[in-house]
């Protein structure tokens, strides 16, 4: 039962556009999730984003909770990046060659990341874990790897098990094109869950146990800390590499990332998302020892036309300047917290079975009773309601991950007059689904 005076959203310019995309590109659109096949409907066309704000082609404005997937997380199209930026473009967009802009968003991430004191740009988090992967194998002389059910770490072969997030929005269980040859060595452990990893790494020869160290490809789901020392424990017990793949997490959940956030250490971290303040990155660092193998240090290949690019190192740094700022991470927090309780407050008045939790600038919540600690339990929320929410969050104003398999986005623009109204139209939408 919506307000009264409140108009709602409509998108007959977006609509044209699609139509028009779907003959140009499979599915219309350049990433599975962005096609809101899920939740039914027809995506929006942005048209341009600034602050905690999107605008989309019918000129309607939303507060964005996506945030270009992570890495808004100051808030879209920041001034001072966007000047920074500019000032670098005017030097060139790529040199191929060394660039001093690397040597300093390094040692910005060294600083400020516990378990990296060597680090590689890529262009994308999915690069990233491919080369992250191929070096723990080679630093092991190991070939299998344990993931968890419901983590996603890209579109890599070897990573297409169980991965979660547009995976498992399309329902597809594995990619078809996947050689099983490449996934043979991949095991699926249970999230939250110490003993399925035992079972995996007792067999021996995993080079490495890789996780979400926050999971936000399943919907938000926070690890106890009891799990990741767990995982700490065991990979020091049979000689694995653990690897927290903070794509996501780093930077957001704690300047330092979840490895920060919880006080567990992995061997290898890899990043992407924030560090490029909404340029194309990714990148892998981890103990010296390890990092040493990467090529052309060591033997271990791994290159990139683009890597280390002026524009990626020059917004990834400008953010992070913003970022270290002290308290930036308790706002994110706050805010996050304000606005997860109030969903779940409107849910619980509305007779709505709802379990939800944040970190830092990262949220989520699900439809069904909770705890929900593992990706099965995450497989049980109700998706059709997620979809009647997701479509009244939309026309009323508020712009959702189009998935209840993805996690939420806080940003240091978010302010409280934002949260406040997406809390009264939260109350609004919970009314009538
Ligand atoms: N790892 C995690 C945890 C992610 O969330 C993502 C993307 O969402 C990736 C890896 C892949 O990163 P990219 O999309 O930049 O390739």
Same mark, same amino acid.
């Given at each position: 039962?919506?307000?009264?005076?409140?108009?709602?959203?409509?998108?007959?310019?977006?609509?044209?556009?699609?139509?028009?995309?779907?003959?140009?590109?499979?599915?219309?659109?350049?990433?599975?999730?962005?096609?809101?096949?899920?939740?039914?409907?027809?995506?929006?066309?942005?048209?341009?984003?600034?602050? @905690?704000? =999107?605008? &989309?082609?019918?000129?309607?404005?939303?507060?964005?909770?996506?945030?270009?997937?992570?890495?808004?997380?100051?808030?879209?199209?920041?001034?001072?990046? *966007?000047?920074?930026?500019?000032?670098?473009?005017?030097?060139?967009?790529?040199?191929?060659?060394?660039?001093?802009?690397?040597?300093?968003?390094?040692?910005?991430?060294?600083?400020?990341?516990?378990?990296?004191?060597?680090?590689?740009?890529?262009?994308?988090? !999915?690069?990233?874990?491919?080369?992250?992967?191929? *070096?723990?194998?080679?630093?092991?002389?190991?070939?299998?790897?344990?993931?968890?059910?419901?983590?996603?770490? +890209?579109?890599?072969? %070897?990573?297409?098990?169980?991965?979660? @997030?547009?995976?498992?929005?399309? +329902?597809?269980?594995?990619?078809?094109?996947?050689?099983?040859?490449? !996934?043979? @060595?991949?095991?699926?452990?249970?999230?939250?869950?110490?003993?399925?990893?035992?079972?995996?790494?007792?067999? +021996?020869?995993?080079? /490495?146990?890789?996780?979400?160290?926050?999971?936000?490809?399943?919907?938000?789901?926070?690890?106890?800390?009891?799990? *990741?020392?767990?995982?700490?424990? $065991?990979?020091?017990?049979?000689?694995?590499? *653990?690897?927290?793949?903070?794509?996501? !997490?780093?930077?957001?959940?704690?300047?330092?990332?979840?490895?920060?956030?919880?006080?567990?250490?992995?061997?290898?971290?890899?990043?992407?998302?924030?560090?490029?303040?909404?340029?194309?990155?990714? /990148?892998?660092?981890?103990?010296?020892?390890?990092?040493?193998?990467?090529?052309?240090?060591?033997?271990?290949?791994?290159?990139?036309?683009?890597?280390?690019?002026?524009?990626?190192?020059?917004?990834?740094?400008?953010?992070?300047?913003?970022?270290?700022?002290?308290?930036?991470?308790?706002?994110?927090?706050?805010?996050?917290?304000?606005?997860?309780?109030?969903?779940?407050?409107?849910?619980?008045?509305?007779?709505?079975?709802? !379990? +939800?939790?944040?970190?830092?600038?990262?949220?989520?919540?699900?439809?069904?009773?909770?705890?929900?600690?593992?990706?099965? &339990?995450?497989?049980?929320?109700?998706?059709?309601?997620?979809?009647?929410?997701?479509?009244?969050?939309?026309?009323?104003?508020?712009?959702?991950?189009?998935? @209840?398999?993805? =996690?939420?986005?806080? %940003? $240091?623009?978010?302010?409280?007059?934002?949260?406040?109204?997406? $809390?009264?139209?939260?109350?609004?939408?919970?009314?009538?689904?």
């Amino acid at each position: 039962l919506s307000a009264p005076t409140r108009t709602l959203y409509t998108y007959s310019e977006s609509a044209r556009i699609f139509t028009e995309a779907k003959e140009l590109m499979p599915g219309g659109v350049s990433s599975p999730v962005r096609a809101f096949k899920s939740v039914g409907g027809s995506p929006i066309v942005f048209d341009r984003v600034k602050g @905690s704000k =999107a605008y &989309d082609v019918d000129g309607n404005t939303y507060i964005d909770y996506v945030g270009t997937w992570g890495p808004a997380i100051i808030g879209h199209a920041d001034d001072k990046v *966007l000047e920074e930026v500019k000032k670098t473009m005017d030097k060139g967009t790529s040199f191929g060659a060394p660039c001093v802009l690397e040597n300093e968003l390094a040692k910005m991430v060294i600083d400020a990341v516990p378990s990296v004191e060597m680090v590689r740009f890529t262009n994308s988090g !999915t690069e990233a874990c491919m080369g992250m992967l191929r *070096l723990c194998r080679a630093y092991t002389s190991r070939e299998k790897i344990v993931k968890f059910e419901g983590c996603y770490h +890209g579109h890599a072969d %070897s990573f297409l098990v169980q991965a979660g @997030s547009g995976v498992a929005t399309l +329902g597809l269980p594995d990619s078809p094109g996947v050689p099983a040859s490449s !996934t043979k @060595s991949t095991l699926c452990a249970t999230y939250n869950d110490v003993g399925s990893v035992e079972e995996l790494l007792k067999e +021996g020869d995993v080079a /490495a146990l890789i996780l979400e160290p926050v999971v936000g490809n399943s919907g938000f789901i926070k690890p106890t800390k009891e799990f *990741l020392q767990g995982c700490r424990d $065991l990979c020091d017990k049979y000689g694995t590499l *653990l690897v927290f793949d903070e794509v996501m !997490t780093g930077f957001r959940v704690a300047y330092g990332g979840a490895q920060a956030y919880f006080g567990v250490t992995p061997d290898v971290t890899t990043m992407g998302k924030v560090i490029g303040g909404g340029m194309p990155v990714g /990148a892998y660092g981890g103990r010296r020892d390890i990092m040493d193998l990467v090529a052309p240090a060591g033997p271990m290949y791994q290159a990139g036309t683009l890597s280390g690019n002026p524009l990626a190192m020059t917004a990834g740094i400008e953010t992070l300047k913003v970022l270290k700022q002290p308290g930036q991470h308790d706002k994110l927090e706050a805010a996050s917290k304000k606005l997860v309780d109030g969903i779940l407050a409107h849910a619980k008045a509305n007779g709505h079975a709802a !379990t +939800g939790g944040y970190a830092g600038g990262m949220f989520g919540f699900f439809f069904c009773e909770g705890p929900v600690t593992c990706f099965a &339990d995450a497989a049980k929320a109700d998706m059709e309601k997620f979809g009647r929410w997701h479509a009244g969050m939309l026309e009323r104003g508020i712009y959702l991950a189009p998935s @209840s398999y993805e =996690a939420g986005f806080m %940003s $240091l623009a978010h302010t409280d007059e934002d949260i406040e109204k997406t $809390l009264e139209i939260a109350g609004e939408v919970m009314a009538m689904i």
